[in-house]
């Protein structure tokens, strides 16, 4: 149901959607259904154009007359039974409204109908693929109706008969089974082939009533190409039966095919004319006018008959204002030529014998399309002017036509045209988390600012740990230090650094005025990296607690001897690439003679207020001190061990341990010489 329903909305023309929505709303209101039907469901099924509509009603067609012709739809004919209008819709639509009957034929060609529902007026039809309906009503629109298999004929592209007895009772269906073979290219089913073959025998046309004859012949000019048609049912013998004196002898050829180029050329462009009206003059072209006019007689919708004659008066009236002022410009002329009755504008384009029309028409089919071309839509898009945009169409119309008549032929032209029509530019968004993410942002600021002091505290303690180191007993030999490891380890120890730098200070004063540190030769003293203030605070940490200023000094001591260890080849090869390399000096700091004022303890970086909250438990907790007559080898490390096992470093760290035992400074230079002494390596 889906796909037709595609078909009926994407396969009709837009004029052709509007007369069946006009049928539809009349229906509904009288209370009828209404189906498509025949030909028109045949050429949606196949792919092939669809050229006339067969509507069907459940009830009275002839009801219907008044209520269509006030939709605007044209009463051109009926069926000899009064069962059927002929009806002709604006946009050139041709339509014939019928009723649901059901048909028997008591003698062969005399048809007997009456009123039925829509599955027995499919099975009265003639050929299978024309015994289909689509239903128009509302809850089943689209929905298929093949009671006799139709879809399979059109798929195998054959014509099979819905009676075996089709042919004998309406004996006009031979001749329409040969105007389908020539204009479809399909084949007749093997048993109706034989019947037909039969039937020509037989000579069943000689049944076939009047109206049939007028309607079948009028079907052959109403064909997209009624010449083929024409030749196909002359090979038959069925054009003597239609119209014993008209044939495709007397058919002009030539101009057929003018009139053809002229119509392809109108459809570019849009305008799709009915070309039945301007066909007719050429198809009898060569026939008598007593004939002629015998012909126009037998058709059943006389209202085309009235189209075919005023066809050439309504053309002469367009062409004169064609050639008006009003059309001299061309955005006039187009606007004329879109305007006017299709089959009007064919037989002019076709017929014309002006120059200046003819080149109008040139024009059209070539020239001025182009404009279409410069419409500049970037320059509309960047001016807010979008299809979605109120009276959109209508813009693009006058920019074309302006375009057409070279009156916008810059840039600055377009612009200055298209300015009225521009939107006022809409406010710019409001983004409601802009305020937090603002805070956030404040935030990481302020986090990444203690972060940034914290690592510089950290920074400048290691460099006053290897400034106190330098300061010793290496100053008094000019020999390298251990590298110390710096990084992450670093950072971690950064308040104990800190605390063992402050701490050695103290030990260095205690020693008396006269333990003045002896300095080498090139060692000279270099400024504190830390700030008085930083340095005043850490020294009143470590006068809190005396013995743990006492450890790191050993530590350092150890970390000494470890140095010149060393310097004289003892250190193993994995601590090699330590004691090669370079260490940046630094020169002991100074220290102020009176004591900085304190800092209050918010203002202090997190690492000194570590070391003071640190100072002062130890000096709340004193430890005893410990008795030297217990000391033991293994809590006495060599020099070398220290080295060997992290440097200075690891060193600071066990004297930092609670079960450690600190040496003095004065101690390690006495094991570091007699240990010299025993190996003269280590002394060289």
Request: aromatic letters at 6%; charged letters at 25%.
């Amino acid at each position: 149901m889906a796909d037709y329903i595609y078909l009926l909305e994407n396969r009709l023309s837009q004029a052709q959607q509007r007369a069946i929505e006009a049928v539809r709303g009349i229906a509904r209101a009288k209370g009828l259904t209404v189906f498509l039907v025949g030909g028109a469901v045949r050429d949606l099924t196949s792919g092939s154009p669809v050229r006339d509509l067969d509507l069907a009603v459940q009830g009275n067609a002839l009801k219907l007359k008044k209520d269509l012709e006030k939709a605007g739809a044209v009463i051109v004919g009926e069926t000899d039974s009064g069962q059927a209008l002929f009806v002709r819709f604006p946009g050139s639509v041709r339509m014939e409204v019928g009723s649901t009957l059901s048909v028997h034929y008591p003698k062969p060609g005399k048809a007997v109908a009456k009123a039925a529902t829509i599955l027995d007026d499919l099975r009265r039809r003639d050929f299978t693929a024309n015994a289909m309906a689509l239903s128009l009503n509302e809850g089943s629109y689209g929905l298929l109706m093949d009671p006799l298999n139709g879809v399979a004929d059109i798929e195998n592209r054959e014509l099979r008969l819905v009676s075996n007895y089709g042919f004998i009772e309406d004996p006009v269906r031979m001749v329409r089974a040969a105007r389908f073979a020539a204009r479809l290219g399909w084949q007749l089913e093997e048993k109706t082939q034989t019947r037909y073959e039969t039937g020509k025998a037989e000579g069943y046309i000689a049944a076939m009533q009047d109206f049939h004859r007028g309607y079948e012949a009028e079907e052959i000019v109403h064909e997209e190409d009624p010449l083929r048609v024409m030749r196909g049912l002359e090979q038959e013998g069925w054009m003597k039966r239609l119209a014993p004196a008209w044939s495709s002898a007397k058919v002009n050829v030539a101009e057929m095919e003018k009139l053809r180029e002229a119509q392809m050329q109108l459809q570019m462009q849009g305008i799709y004319a009915d070309s039945a009206a301007a066909q007719f003059p050429l198809l009898t072209a060569k026939m008598a006018a007593k004939d002629v006019a015998e012909l126009k007689r037998s058709f059943p919708r006389q209202g085309f008959v009235t189209e075919i004659e005023a066809l050439e008066g309504e053309a002469k009236r367009f062409a004169a204002e064609l050639g008006a002022k009003q059309a001299a410009t061309p955005s006039g002329a187009w606007k004329l030529l879109t305007t006017a009755r299709p089959e009007v504008v064919l037989w002019v384009a076709y017929s014309t014998k002006s120059a200046a029309l003819q080149a109008k028409f040139r024009s059209f089919y070539t020239e001025w399309p182009q404009a279409r071309q410069k419409i500049p839509f970037a320059v509309m898009q960047e001016m807010r002017i979008v299809p979605e945009l109120a009276g959109y169409d209508e813009l693009v119309e006058k920019v074309f036509f302006e375009l057409m008549d070279g009156k916008l032929g810059t840039a600055e032209e377009l612009k200055a045209f298209l300015e009225p029509y521009s939107p006022p530019a809409p406010p710019p968004p409001v983004h409601l988390r802009r305020s937090r993410a603002t805070k956030k942002d404040a935030k990481a600021s302020k986090s990444r600012k203690k972060a940034e002091a914290a690592d510089g505290v950290a920074d400048e303690s290691e460099e006053l740990e290897v400034s106190a180191s330098a300061n010793g007993d290496a100053a008094e030999e000019d020999e390298p230090t251990v590298a110390e490891p710096r990084g992450e380890a670093a950072k971690v120890e950064a308040p104990k650094v800190e605390a063992t730098k402050v701490d050695m200070a103290k030990v260095e004063a205690a020693k008396g005025a006269g333990s003045k540190p002896a300095v080498g030769k090139g060692a000279t003293p270099a400024k504190a990296s830390l700030p008085p203030k930083r340095v005043a605070a850490g020294k009143a940490a470590a006068s809190d607690n005396p013995a743990a200023a006492a450890r790191p000094a050993a530590a350092k001591a150890d970390a000494k001897a470890g140095a010149k260890k060393t310097a004289a080849g003892s250190v193993p090869a994995k601590n090699a690439v330590a004691a090669r390399a370079p260490v940046k000096k630094a020169a002991p700091a100074k220290v102020p003679g009176r004591a900085a004022a304190p800092i209050p303890a918010k203002k202090l970086p997190a690492a000194v207020r570590g070391i003071k909250t640190a100072a002062k438990t130890a000096a709340s907790n004193p430890k005893p001190k410990p008795n030297p007559a217990q000391k033991s080898k293994a809590q006495v490390k060599s020099p070398v061990k220290v080295a060997a096992s992290g440097g200075p470093r690891t060193a600071a760290k066990a004297g930092n341990r609670p079960a450690a035992k600190v040496l003095s400074t004065a101690s390690v230079k006495q094991t570091a010489k007699a240990s010299a002494k025993g190996n003269p390596a280590r002394k060289r």
